[in-house]
T-cell receptor
């Protein structure tokens, strides 16, 4: 499978705990995006990377959220001191200009904060 | 900044009937437009995209969409609905900032 891979697919955590999601983009895709989707809504942009550089962060990304892409390959999204409002699906996507400027999404990581 | 409006959060059609899902966009630059489909508990799968070539775009699973600049629309159609088409459909626009902005989605239900 050469698609975007996300892990874990589902995570249930207690309020106040930290969680980390991992995304492995399509090989050689230099741009990587994180989106958040709540029930009944479309995905909302969180942040994106060009190789290892984080180019932009949305206002939705509070100080409790941090994303990294240390070697320009996989990325992690960490949420510290989780709150119930963080419950959502976190989607990762990647793009390569060589692939026709199409953004491909992973299966998502569902977070439930109890 | 760009935006997308999807008219109708829920659409129901009978199996074999025409599917029409509406999308209007706003963009300060010539847009790239996309339709994605999402099945329950899954990520987004690209159906089709418009990138300033042909205005009628054909996608997977028999779907197509027509870009109409004068109407700022990019409606999704399929001549004959199948039960397997039941899903959530998202229209999205990508502007100069190279981020996707999504609509709120349309849930398509197929009536047997």
């Amino acid at each position: 499978d050469t698609g975007v891979s996300q892990d874990p697919r589902h995570k249930i955590t207690k309020r106040g705990q930290n969680v980390t999601f991992r995304c492995d983009p399509i090989s050689e895709h230099n741009r990587l995006y994180w989106y958040r989707q709540t029930l009944g809504q479309g995905p909302e942009f969180l942040t994106y990377f060009q190789n290892e550089a984080q180019l932009e962060k949305s206002r939705l990304l509070s100080d409790r959220f941090s994303a990294e892409r240390p070697k320009g390959s996989f990325s992690t999204l960490e949420i510290q001191r989780t709150e119930q409002g963080d419950s959502a699906m976190y989607l990762c996507a990647s793009l390569s200009y060589a692939s026709g400027n199409t953004i491909y999404f992973g299966e998502g990581s569902w977070l439930t904060v109890v | 900044a760009q935006s997308v409006t999807q008219l109708g959060s829920h659409v129901s059609v009978s199996e074999g009937a025409l599917v029409l899902l509406r999308c209007n966009y706003s963009s300060s630059v010539p847009p790239y437009l996309f339709w994605y489909v999402q099945y329950p508990n899954q990520g987004l799968q690209l159906l089709l995209k418009y990138t300033s070539a042909a205005t009628l775009v054909k996608g997977i699973n028999g779907f197509e969409a027509e870009f109409k600049k004068s109407e700022t629309s990019f409606h999704l159609t399929k001549p004959s609905a199948h039960m397997s088409d039941a899903a959530e459909y998202f229209c999205a626009v990508r502007g100069q900032d190279e981020k996707l902005t999504f609509g709120t989605g349309t849930r398509l239900t197929i009536i047997p």
